[in-house]
C-alpha cells in the first residue's frame, strides 16, 4: 500500500469534512451512508466504526469481503473533494485501533455508546475531485475544448 495524500490525509482527520461510504447488495443495488468516524491511523488504510452488526452497510461490506468488492467513499470540506474506491480487508472486533474509536465514539456521542467493529479499508484508487483540480486537468487535457464559447471573446 502507497502513503495517502497529505491534502487527502488532512481531510480524513478533520472532524468537520463530510464523508460518506458507499457499497453495493448483491443484486448491485447502492447503498450510501455518512461516516462521521472515517479516519485513518496509519497514513495507509482506512478506518471506520460501524454501529450496528445486522446494518444494510455492514452486510454489504462483509458481501465485499467474500467476493472482492470495491467501496467507494467520499470526503469533502469546502472546494476540496476526493473519492477513493478501495477493498474492506479486515473488520476489528477488539485491539488498540477497536478501542480508538470506541473511545471517539463515546467521546462524541455520550460515554454509553458503543460500537460493532471496525471495518479496515485498503485503498485501490484515489481521484481528486475538487472543482478546481478537476478543471485545471480537463483544461490541460482538452485544451480549449473544454471552455465554453462565451470565454473566447
Avoid at 7 to 21: A, H
Avoid at 118 to 125: F, K, T
Avoid at 128 to 134: D, L
Amino acid at each position: 500500500m502507497s502513503k495517502l495524500p497529505e491534502e487527502l490525509l488532512d481531510l480524513l482527520k478533520d472532524t468537520g469534512s463530510v464523508k460518506v461510504v458507499a457499497t453495493i447488495d448483491g443484486d448491485g443495488v447502492p447503498h450510501v451512508v455518512f461516516k462521521g468516524s472515517l479516519t485513518t491511523f496509519d497514513d495507509e488504510t482506512i478506518v471506520f466504526a460501524e454501529g450496528v452488526e445486522s446494518s444494510l452497510s455492514n452486510k454489504n461490506l462483509v458481501r465485499s469481503i467474500w467476493f472482492d468488492k470495491k467501496v467507494a467513499i467520499n470526503i469533502t470540506k469546502g472546494l476540496i473533494s476526493y473519492q477513493i474506491k478501495g477493498f474492506p480487508y479486515k473488520y476489528l472486533i477488539t485491539g488498540t485501533i477497536f478501542r480508538q474509536m470506541l473511545d471517539r465514539a463515546r467521546e462524541r456521542r455520550g460515554p454509553e455508546a458503543d460500537i460493532a467493529g471496525v471495518w479496515v479499508i485498503a485503498p485501490d484508487e484515489i481521484r481528486n475531485e475538487s472543482p478546481a483540480w478537476r478543471s485545471a486537468l480537463a483544461k490541460e487535457e482538452r485544451g480549449l475544448f473544454h471552455s465554453h464559447l462565451d470565454l473566447w471573446r
